[in-house]
């Protein structure tokens, strides 16, 4: 994967290149202000025609706010995931690195105890570098991932070979935020048997002994195990490659969901490549249910 290494009070941080449509040099006097606007934004400003909200990065890590009239090198990565645009200010920016998930780690329970929006660390040239959970950030001004409340009564639950609360998930993601949204859906869902990993390495590994497990009693898979949901973007394993593994090299025959903010034409066709069986947008947690159901109906 691909990050862009920026800057905030001298601290390294990082970003996945894909969610950045472009770099943008910040101008104060290109703001417009928002009276009564959430606490880390500083106002809009006009990109490619369309008002967007300007994120202050600083604000939203804890760092003190710089002096409004500071433009001094400052930058605005202009993002696009879950369906929403927005601009966040950072200090400055440095490069693009390229690295291999397995080189990520997990930002691990001592950065989860803070609540801080990271959500994987890398080491290059000796240096920390803290991965920004942007979707974390975003959940705290305007959540655009978002738990459904999904009453059983209203969906056709005949073709299915176990009731929900018989059927045992999988999921994988790394975001706290988006983890604690999706297991609350899928728990108002009647899905209560799931088991989350925050990253794709440990997902994969809890794969394998549930498969060591199945063949020790002999008994098929699905006996433990009736679907998997991950995201893409995660340390150690992205979920591509987790779902190609489980598929081919592990054999294994059950539905994988890529849920994911990332959701596109050229991301659909990665999908497809590996065998994932549905991919659906982080923001659409009410279509993740309904696939959940129609692939459990197949199943």
Aim: hydrophobic residues 40%; proline residues 3%.
């Amino acid at each position: 994967m691909e990050f862009l290494e920026f800057y905030l009070q001298g601290q390294r941080f990082g970003v996945n290149v894909a969610k950045i449509r472009q770099l943008m040099p910040y101008h104060n006097k290109l703001v417009t202000r928002m009276v009564g606007a959430h606490q880390f934004i500083l106002g809009t400003l006009l990109w490619q025609g369309h008002s967007i909200p300007l994120i202050d990065l600083n604000l939203a890590l804890g760092n003190p706010a710089k002096e409004q009239d500071d433009d001094t090198t400052r930058i605005v990565l202009v993002t696009e995931f879950n369906g929403s645009v927005n601009g966040f200010l950072v200090d400055g920016v440095n490069r693009i690195h390229r690295v291999n998930w397995n080189q990520m780690q997990p930002a691990g329970s001592f950065l989860g105890q803070f609540q801080a929006p990271i959500n994987s660390t890398v080491t290059i040239d000796n240096h920390d570098i803290l991965l920004v959970d942007l979707e974390h950030v975003n959940g705290e001004i305007t959540p655009t991932v978002k738990s459904a409340e999904i009453q059983k009564d209203h969906r056709d639950l005949a073709e299915m070979r176990k009731n929900p609360e018989e059927v045992h998930l999988l999921l994988a993601e790394d975001s706290v935020t988006v983890q604690a949204v999706v297991l609350d859906t899928l728990g108002s869902a009647g899905f209560t048997q799931v088991s989350s990993c925050d990253n794709g390495g440990s997902a994969f590994a809890r794969i394998q002994s549930i498969k060591q497990m199945a063949e020790e009693q002999n008994r098929p898979v699905s006996d433990f195990l009736d679907l998997i949901i991950t995201d893409i973007e995660m340390p150690q394993m992205d979920g591509l490659t987790l779902c190609k593994r489980v598929k081919s090299e592990l054999g294994i025959d059950i539905p994988v969901i890529i849920f994911s903010s990332l959701v596109n034409e050229a991301m659909s066709a990665k999908c497809k490549s590996v065998n994932a069986d549905a991919n659906v947008s982080k923001a659409d947690t009410v279509g993740l249910i309904q696939t959940v159901d129609q692939l459990l109906k197949a199943a």
